[in-house]
Structures are given as C-alpha cells and as structure tokens.
T-cell receptor, first 119, second 110 residues
Framework: GAGVSQSPRYKVAKRGRDVALRCDSI?????LYWYRQTLGQGSEVLTY????????KSGRPSGRFSAERPERSVSTLKIQRTEQGDSAVYLC?????????????????FGPGTRLTVT | QKEVEQDPGPLSVPEGAIVSLNCTYS??????FMWYRQYSRKGPELLMY??SSGNKEDGRFTAQVDKSSKYISLFIRDSQPSDSATYLC??????????WGAGTKLIIKP
C-alpha cells in the first residue's frame, strides 16, 4: 500500500521567510511525528501529534516550529522566519499506535524527507 | 556531550565481511534500543529493536545490548553491496520520544 509521502522533496527558502512542508501519512495511523535530521548531528523530534490531540515539543530549537493536522492523515510543518541553521532534512513519520504505547516509538514509518536549504 | 554517540564513518568493508556498528549512550534509564537503516534520499526504516541486554538475531543481522556498559551493537554477516546505507541507532527517552545517534555511513565494496 501507499507509504508516507512528503512534499516538496526539495525546498529553497530565503532567510526570514516562512515555509510549510506537507506530510501525507498512512491512512489509519494515529500518531504523526516531525523530525529534523542534520548531517553529523542526527535526528531530533520537533513535534508529535496523536489523532486530534496536538502536542508540540517546544524548546529546541524554538517556537518557530509548529504543526497543523487539518486531516487525520495530513500534517503541515510550518517554520517561521527561517534561519540558515534550519537547513536540514525534515522527516515525517507516522505510527498506527499512540505515542503512549511503547511500540508506537519504533513502529514508525518514515517518509523520504524534505531537504530544506535556507540561503 | 550527546546522549547517544555514534561514529559517523564512513566505514568501508569488502563484500562478505562481518560488519560491526556501535553506539554508546549516557542515560542508564534508556530502555528500548533500535537500529534503523537509511538509504540515500529515503527515510529511515526499522531493522531491529531490543529491550533487554543480550543478543537478538534476525537473518544476517544481530543486535546486541550491554546495559552495564551502555553500549549497543549491530552486526551484519555476509555483508552485501545492498547493505550500503547509513545505520542509525535510536533509544527510547523520556516523554515517549526517540533519541537518535548521528548515523554511521556504511559502504560495502563489491
């Protein structure tokens, strides 16, 4: 069946502009995660949401990151006032399990990512 | 200091060799331990997960956890060129989130 898809695959933005990245998760999955992956630094979770209960992980890097989930299987990661340090690959992952369930952590299905370059 | 340390490599070995990939971690509260494989321009895919110390085998892959040393390993037997990818370790942290290593780039030479 269809996996997790992300669009666009590549995005170039000028510093200071806002960007929106889209994720289409697997139908029926309940939890959706957004990660930022940088070379040599690894991945860090930005936000996660479960069904219609939105939870954002705030803190690092800052409140400039937020996610909306207009439909159960669609999420949009919004980055406000982009900075050069935001250049990274943004990964979306969905899970058929709630994030309170241990298996929900590793039963995640990842999209191919959006490579964002901030100039 | 990062919570999870992983050598970024690249690690280059000849086809058929046994590969050893490792991560160390600092938080003794970490529980679930996972290994993901990520091909270029793709998202990570789960290879194996373990909970307790010891070994877990799945085909050519063996995951090993040593909680006393805070050290985990992934062994790949009879390595193939198709195993060339970046291998990421991950662990369950607080708040039900994954803490990731930086990933080791593995190159299997035919």
């Amino acid at each position: 069946g269809a996996g997790v898809s992300q669009s666009p695959r590549y995005k170039v933005a000028k510093r200071g502009r806002d960007v929106a990245l889209r994720c289409d998760s697997i139908s029926g999955h309940v939890t959706l995660y957004w990660y930022r992956q940088t070379l040599g630094q690894g991945s860090e979770v930005l936000t996660y949401s479960q069904s219609d209960a939105q939870r954002d992980k705030s803190g690092r890097p800052s409140g400039r990151f937020s996610a909306e989930r207009p439909e159960r299987s669609v999420s949009t990661l919004k980055i406000q006032r982009t900075e050069q340090g935001d250049s990274a690959v943004y990964l979306c992952a969905s899970s058929p399990r709630g994030f309170w369930a241990g298996r929900g952590l590793y039963e995640q299905y990842f999209g191919p990512g959006t490579r964002l370059t901030v100039t | 200091q990062k919570e999870v340390e992983q050598d970024p490599g690249p690690l280059s070995v000849p086809e058929g060799a046994i590969v050893s990939l490792n991560c160390t971690y600092s938080n003794s509260a970490f529980q679930y331990f996972m290994w993901y494989r990520q091909y270029s321009r793709k998202g990570p895919e789960l290879l194996m997960y373990t909970y307790s110390s010891g070994n877990k085998e799945d085909g050519r892959f063996t995951a090993q956890v040593d909680k006393s040393s805070k050290y985990i390993s992934l062994f790949i037997r009879d390595s193939q060129p198709s195993d060339s990818a970046t291998y990421l370790c991950a662990m369950k942290g607080s708040n039900y989130q994954l803490i990731w290593g930086a990933g080791t780039k593995l190159i299997i030479k035919p």
